[in-house]
T-cell receptor, first 112, second 114 residues
């Protein structure tokens, strides 16, 4: 079975500080991994995806993630956060040709 | 700016009533997904359509939920009769046929059943 574990449910961080959101996955099929962001009262928005190729993936809004096959991880990072990055972040893994399995989410709160 | 639209954005109804949620996928997308989000269960896939055909509705309670795509511009999710445990945010997402992993989410319908 394919699944995603987001290791932190809440991450408080100060503005302009770096942030890392941890995601571990299990998958028995070709690994396709995603990070989505959900701003308050909105739907999910794709931040970045790993399908193949370079293990360092750059996304929107200055986020990047690194696929580590040996550690089955896909951690999300941003070197300097803004207040506007306050949101919930979801890691997801493909489970078959169309279905994504989402993690429980990590709430990031950026403080001034 | 192409977006998935959902109506209504909020719905409060009494137990036993029928609820219909609507979704307009992005023009040209041929895959549509319905998700339910709750604090306890997180995001759950309810149904998946490709080219308007339902390919997977295994996540949906069959006795009360139904999902349809009467045409390429409209997807509906109905609950009849509704129950308090159906209270959740329901998201629709669509994707281009060539890349099913790209899912573009709508803003959601927040349903409260009293």
């Amino acid at each position: 079975a394919q699944s995603v574990t987001q290791l932190d449910s809440q991450v408080p961080v100060f503005e302009e500080a770096p942030v890392e959101l941890r995601c571990n996955y299990s998958s028995s099929v070709s690994v396709y991994l995603f990070w989505y962001v959900q701003y308050p009262n909105q739907g999910l928005q794709l931040l970045l995806k790993y399908l193949s190729g370079s293990t360092l993936v750059k996304g929107i809004n200055g986020f990047e993630a690194e696929f580590n096959k040996s550690q089955t991880s896909f951690h999300l990072r941003k070197p300097s956060v803004h207040i506007s990055d306050t949101a919930e972040y979801f890691c997801a893994v493909r489970t078959n040709d169309y279905k994504l399995s989402f993690g429980a989410g990590t709430t990031v709160t950026v403080r001034a | 700016d192409a977006r998935v639209t959902q109506t209504p954005r909020h719905k409060v109804t009494e137990m036993g009533q029928e609820v219909t949620m609507r979704c307009q996928p992005i023009l040209g997308h041929n895959t549509v997904f319905w998700y339910r989000q709750t604090m306890m269960q997180g995001l759950e896939l309810l149904a998946y359509f490709r080219n308007r055909a339902p390919l997977d509705d295994s996540g949906m309670p069959k006795d009360r939920f139904s999902a349809e795509m009467p045409d390429a511009t409209l997807a509906t999710l109905k609950i009849q009769p509704s129950e308090p445990r159906d209270s959740a945010v329901y998201f629709c997402a669509s994707g281009p046929g060539g890349n099913p992993y790209e899912q573009y989410f709508g803003p959601g319908t927040r349903l409260t059943v009293t």
